[in-house]
């Protein structure tokens, strides 16, 4: 039977580094623990220390560690995104207005019904808005409201905000009033809006 052996910071560091970079998805720290054999598995206290050096190394690289709801990933820092763009041949998926309206709806007041959202749109909601949140994985079904006709609520997902690069929904930013969207809108200070 073997003893358990101490890894030092730096072999746990680049074995974190090749999970990460391997990975097509973030990583939670129970999955990156797992790909330790047993005998040799880390304490979680060191896991998260040898991750925090690795975050430091990269401090001055063109990646970064980013933790987001399902764990923890390797991306490229947003200041180099628009190089990046221009290799890639497919193009990131264009989506209507309405769609991210409805999207946005749903992030900031969730959990809410189609009525919620159609109420704050002025407009009824396509029900392929609703279908293209869902296969995106963005928004699920949470429940039903318990008034008649028992409506389906919804709520956004993990995905949403691993994709948007959150870790937790209160990380949105706070919503601004109609005043302050048409001060920002108009370009004006917000008091030359008030005043006229």
């Not at 190394?57 to 399902?70: C, H, L, N, T």
């Not at 905000?161 to 109609?178: G, Q």
Request: charged fraction near 25%; hydrophobic fraction near 40%.
């Amino acid at each position: 039977m073997f003893g358990r052996l101490n890894m030092n910071d730096n072999e746990i560091k680049n074995i974190l580094e090749a999970l990460l970079m391997s990975a097509n998805r973030p990583l939670s720290i129970d999955e990156m623990l797992s790909a330790f054999d047993e005998w040799q598995m880390p304490s979680k206290e060191q896991l998260l220390n040898a991750l925090h050096l690795l975050e430091q190394d990269y401090i001055p690289r063109a990646i970064e560690i980013k933790q987001v709801a399902s764990g923890y990933c390797l991306q490229t820092r947003l200041q180099y995104g628009h190089y990046i763009s221009r290799l890639q041949a497919e193009k990131a998926s264009k989506y209507s207005r309405a769609l991210l309206e409805t999207l946005a709806i749903i992030a900031w007041r969730q959990p809410v019904t189609r009525a919620d959202i159609e109420e704050v749109r002025g407009v009824s909601v396509s029900s392929s808005i609703m279908k293209t949140l869902i296969e995106r994985e963005w928004i699920k079904m949470a429940g039903h409201r318990d008034v008649p006709g028992k409506p389906a609520v919804y709520i956004t997902t993990k995905t949403f905000l691993d994709y948007f690069n959150l870790v937790s929904i209160e990380e949105l930013p706070p919503l601004l009033s109609s005043t302050q969207l048409m001060a920002k809108d108009s370009e004006q200070p917000l008091e030359e809006c008030i005043n006229e």
